[in-house]
């Protein structure tokens, strides 16, 4: 029973968050969800901990985002059948939240490539299947929808746009400067 992507987009669309969670109660619908697994959730202590561990500004908004989708859609049925005790809760966790690191709650909002991504590795971090994909096709799309690697390779090409700029200015400047001293010569 693996889970339907687009599916799940037509259920959050069904269901916009037009507010954010309040943090306690965002962090009672992850625990109740792994409950409902038969998992011990993690602690106050837990959560905590994670927090300081990832140093991550987003967390609580990504929590929100995560109690959102769990909430309101087929995810926390789906969630419930997937999650196996050969993980502990936190490492699922850990994993998801480094891995979502740095959507944020208004990007997986109204971006329909983050809320697939931030999906998938929320899929990812269950060990749950993607309808109609094989193993290594949710992995490459997954890795297409990479937001962190399509800043870097942003960032790649504007270093690369600069410094192209910067040496057609030097050629610019050098042939400037060859012209003046071929004038002055000549004069």
């Known amino acids: 029973m693996a889970v339907s992507i687009p599916h799940l987009r037509e259920q959050l669309a069904a269901m916009p968050l037009l507010s954010p969670y309040p943090q306690d109660l965002a962090v009672a619908i992850v625990c109740d969800t792994f409950r409902m697994a038969s998992q011990r959730p993690p602690s106050q202590a837990e959560w905590a901990k994670l927090e300081q561990r990832l140093k991550n500004p987003l967390f609580q908004e990504q929590v929100g985002m995560l109690a959102h989708v769990l909430l309101t859609s087929d995810l926390r049925k789906k969630t419930v059948l997937y999650l196996t005790?050969?993980?502990?809760?936190?490492?699922?966790?850990?994993?998801?939240?480094?891995?979502?690191?740095?959507?944020?709650?208004?990007?997986?909002?109204?971006?329909?490539?983050?809320?697939?991504?931030?999906?998938?590795?929320?899929?990812?971090?269950?060990?749950?299947?993607?309808?109609?994909?094989?193993?290594?096709?949710?992995?490459?799309?997954?890795?297409d929808l990479d937001y962190r690697q399509a800043v870097t390779d942003l960032r790649k090409v504007e270093d690369a746009r600069k410094k192209e700029a910067d040496r057609r200015k030097e050629l610019l400047q050098e042939a400037a400067r060859k012209e003046a001293e071929a004038r002055g010569w000549r004069e």
């Open 85 to 143: 005790p050969d993980r502990t809760p936190q490492a699922r966790l850990q994993q998801f939240f480094e891995e979502v690191h740095p959507l944020t709650a208004e990007m997986i909002r109204s971006n329909v490539f983050r809320q697939e991504e931030f999906l998938r590795k929320w899929v990812a971090a269950i060990g749950a299947d993607i309808e109609g994909e094989t193993e290594a096709e949710s992995k490459r799309r997954l890795k």
